[in-house]
């Protein structure tokens, strides 16, 4: 059995018991399905089941009363391999949880990740590549304890869309607002700018997001006035922040597919920014790719006009439509926001680094900065920053905030960011 440090030992003993749960360990190799029934036997598993090769696995789960609670299973065995077996559990339901593993191509397991986004039945909690440390299993078992209830509150369903109506009173009573979230720069750790981003301030509800209205408004005349309200806020915080000494930022506004083809909303937009005194290069437009394909003509003409008038433009969620990179080069973009479904794993995905890695290289060839969205890992960190990659946005450096909070936020994590650039 192999042993643990301290630290990973007093993280499993504070972590949720499986004690009486069943696992089935199908792993080809003798001394690997040994290694790994250890590992399972360190976290206080019940019964652990074992089998060589995928026909085995089905015999032994056909034989029992109820679906196990975990299936762990290498990806090349003889016989039946890992993806036949993932495919066979799914379609007889013949356990809760899956992990797959491997020691081969890490993009054959990336098809295994890509087949449990796609569909929820399989169950999967993650995949591992061997040697599998207890460490990495914990954390991949607590997606299933957070299933049950061990590891975390249960979070309540989302709520329905709100009706227009609802959505014109929240915003005649000015309850819409922007939360910001950092941009920052990778070679320095210094903060560039901020993206707002929209919540409703719900009097019985809370902060909803906005799963809970973006829908609904879409395609209504009351998204220009919810826009145009949002502008309006951003404006007014972006003048305390020059009043507070901040360094000039940059603040992202996302503009929806009707708003950016409409030429008297752009007239309106210009003229807020206008009489407020703030400077439209303090200002980006975010659009995504499908918002310009909407009404293609309109959309062009527009977004010129808004960098002939000072003000950038990012196009988000690069990467994914189906001609990202000819509208990307066809519009007046001042800056690339990169998916985050190509960032977030990235340093252990081959296939992600290599989309990547080609959507920065676009980006510097044609002199815009680059940004890359939903950065959560230090190592997805160091690979951007390797590569080349402008400025980063995600959980590892900050969540979205308040206005109010961004001065203290600054101060307080200053000399983290710093070290994080720093760091080889």
């Not at 290694?35 to 089998?51: H, P, T």
């Not at 085995?56 to 036949?84: C, H, K, N, W, Y």
């Not at 590549?129 to 309540?156: F, I």
């Not at 407020?276 to 790719?289: K, M």
Request: net charge negative; hydrophobic share 45%.
């Amino acid at each position: 059995m192999m042993n643990t440090t301290p630290a990973i030992d007093s993280a499993v003993a504070a972590g949720p018991s499986w004690a009486g749960r069943r696992v089935l360990v199908v792993e080809d190799s003798v001394v690997q399905r040994g290694y790994l029934v250890g590992l399972l036997r360190q976290l206080n598993f019940g019964e652990i089941l074992e089998a060589g090769d995928g026909n085995e696995a089905l015999r032994l789960l056909e034989q029992q009363a109820s679906p196990l609670f975990l299936v762990l299973t290498d990806l090349e065995m003889p016989g039946m391999d890992g993806i036949e077996l993932t495919c066979q559990l799914r379609e007889r339901r013949l356990t809760e949880n899956l992990i797959v593993i491997s020691a081969r191509d890490p993009r054959l397991l990336e098809i295994i990740e890509s087949m449990g986004c796609e569909d929820a039945s399989i169950g999967l909690l993650g995949t591992l590549l061997k040697p599998v440390q207890l460490e990495s299993l914990t954390q991949l078992l607590c997606k299933a304890s957070n299933r049950a209830g061990d590891c975390a509150p249960a979070v309540p369903p989302p709520l329905q869309q709100a009706s227009l109506e609802d959505i014109e009173q929240a915003l005649a009573r000015k309850e819409f607002v922007p939360v910001f979230q950092p941009k920052i720069a990778m070679q320095s750790g210094q903060l560039k700018g901020v993206e707002a981003l929209a919540r409703w301030q719900h009097p019985q509800r809370g902060m909803l997001s906005p799963a809970h209205f973006i829908e609904a408004l879409e395609g209504t005349p009351l998204m220009a006035d919810f826009t145009l309200a949002m502008v309006q806020q951003v404006l007014e915080r972006i003048l305390e922040w020059q009043q507070h000494g901040l360094p000039p930022l940059a603040v992202s506004v996302n503009l929806s597919a009707d708003n950016l083809a409409e030429r008297g909303f752009i007239d309106r937009l210009v003229a807020q920014v206008s009489a407020s005194g703030v400077s439209p290069s303090a200002l980006v437009w975010e659009v995504t790719e499908t918002s310009v394909m909407r009404q293609l003509s309109q959309a062009l003409t527009n977004m010129g006009r808004l960098r002939l008038a000072g003000y950038g433009l990012a196009m988000d969620d690069f990467g994914i439509g189906y001609s990202s990179m000819q509208q990307f080069a066809r519009c007046p973009f001042t800056e690339l926001k990169i998916d985050r479904a190509f960032v977030n794993g990235a340093a252990q995905w081959p296939n992600r680094h290599m989309v990547l890695k080609s959507a920065l290289d676009l980006g510097q060839s044609l002199g815009v900065a680059t940004v890359a969205e939903g950065v959560e890992t230090v190592e997805d960190w160091k690979l951007l920053r390797d590569l080349g990659c402008d400025m980063a946005q995600g959980y590892l450096l900050a969540k979205p905030m308040p206005a109010g909070d961004l001065v203290g936020w600054i101060r307080q994590d200053r000399r983290r960011l710093r070290a994080l650039a720093g760091e080889e």
